[in-house]
């Protein structure tokens, strides 16, 4: 059938980017629910896990010294520091193994990385998940009641940034309701194996 990975189709590489707190991780999940094809690339962090998160699932939790050996060694294919203390990076690997062999992955970034991602993998595959309106993002981060009034201040701003950067994207999907945007992102999705350059 035509959703079947092989080697005479290079794999499809997805970047979902946007603000935090505007739903990728929702968004990611319900692709990979309705495509259990797809494969989740799991981000690197030296942040500490939050309440319910899994080492090796969510994250891969490294520390400092671990994660300034991977980005020596050229073993991320893009990192960040975000908030000025935390960093995130991309494992190269997994995500290299899994484009030679046909296989669709997803990876869930900033605008930083997304732009890391395009320079050396041109043919991602690049969405900017965004709010309907900073109100309702302030409003989503408030409501996850995990972060201080001054945490949320720093999101805000960073989003900003983050819609600055809006045009290096080739799709833009907005959020305003869960199903909806999941049928979006689907969409974007479906499109992109049907294109004739992935074959051949």
């Known amino acids: 059938s035509g959703t079947q990975a092989g080697p005479d189709r290079r794999g499809i590489l997805l970047v979902v980017a946007g603000p935090s707190g505007v739903g990728k991780g929702a968004l990611i999940r319900e692709l990979l629910r309705r495509h259990p094809q797809v494969q989740w690339s799991v981000s690197c962090t030296t942040r500490a896990p939050r309440p319910g998160e899994e080492d090796g699932v969510d994250y891969h939790f490294v520390s400092e010294a671990e994660f300034a050996r991977m980005c020596e060694q050229g073993e991320l294919l893009e990192w960040a520091l975000v908030y000025g203390c935390d960093r995130y990076g991309t494992p190269r690997g997994p995500v290299e193994q899994a484009l030679e062999a046909g296989r669709d992955i997803v990876l869930e970034i900033d605008y930083q990385g997304a732009r890391s991602v395009r320079a050396q993998l ?60 999941c049928n979006d992102l689907e969409a974007i999705y479906l499109a992109e194996r049907m294109r004739s350059r992935r074959c051949g």
């Open 122 to 181: 041109p043919e991602a595959v690049m969405v900017f998940v965004a709010p309907p309106s900073a109100t309702d993002l302030r409003e989503r981060l408030a409501g996850r009641n995990t972060e201080s009034d001054g945490a949320i201040r720093r999101r805000m701003r960073s989003a900003a940034v983050e819609f600055s950067h809006m045009g290096m994207f080739e799709y833009v999907l907005v959020n305003d309701e869960l199903e909806r945007a």
